[in-house]
């Protein structure tokens, strides 16, 4: 894979805990994205899940290019060229398109694909892809599922997402097989909507607290 796929899952490895963000209104961009600056957990996963995703991606990439910005749940090669376009640095997808994967590929697109089971794993492998994303993690076994899962491949990672939480989140990262895992914990849609956005700071700062804590 391209020099930029490694750079990137080495930034989200770094990083540790990612948020998935979807969010609906344009309006609440900036004051997301000042939170996320302001606790110090700069990277964001924009779920294509809205009408907002193009925009607001658009709106940090631009604005705040400090924030390490992907685009999330995309399906389409449309979505995948809009989040480049918009400025997406990185893709991810919930499971394995080859379609997608594919045209991503071909055209250097960072694409970390969704797979939670070992014909998953050999499709990204046989295509030069070892970072993956384990989704749905808790519907699929959680942590015991990666273990068992990433022990016969080796050098294969995962950003583990689906039923991550403050409470389970350690036991992910403790993994030897996990690089990140996507929470949505400290970004719900409900406190982006009703602009609550110190109480989001506060939330991802005890979320970089917790990472750092662990690297100590």
Avoid: H
Wanted: hydrophobic content about 45%; aromatic content about 8%; overall charge negative.
């Amino acid at each position: 894979m391209t020099k930029e796929y490694y750079e990137i899952a080495k930034e989200i490895e770094k990083i540790a805990i990612i948020p998935v963000i979807a969010i609906d209104n344009v309006k609440d961009v900036e004051p997301l994205a000042k939170a996320l600056v302001n606790s110090g957990l700069l990277a964001a996963e924009i779920t294509f899940r809205t009408a907002a995703a193009e925009e607001a991606i658009s709106i940090i990439s631009k604005k705040y290019p400090q924030i390490l910005t992907g685009a999330g749940t995309v399906l389409t090669i449309d979505q995948a060229k809009a989040a480049v376009d918009s400025g997406s640095k990185f893709v991810v997808s919930p499971g394995f398109n080859p379609t997608v994967v594919d045209y991503c590929i071909e055209n250097n697109i960072p694409i970390y694909p969704g797979v939670n089971n070992p014909t998953g794993v050999e499709a990204a492998l046989e295509r030069g892809l070892d970072v993956l994303k384990f989704f749905p993690a808790e519907a699929s076994g959680g942590v015991k599922m990666v273990n068992a899962m990433g022990a016969p491949y080796g050098r294969v990672k995962f950003m583990a997402t689906g039923g991550v939480s403050l409470n389970n989140v350690m036991s992910y990262l403790e993994s030897p097989y996990i690089v990140a895992c996507g929470g949505s914990w400290m970004v719900k849609s409900d406190l982006i909507r009703d602009g609550k956005f110190e109480m989001i700071e506060k939330l991802c700062k005890d979320a970089v607290e917790l990472i750092k804590e662990w690297r100590k």
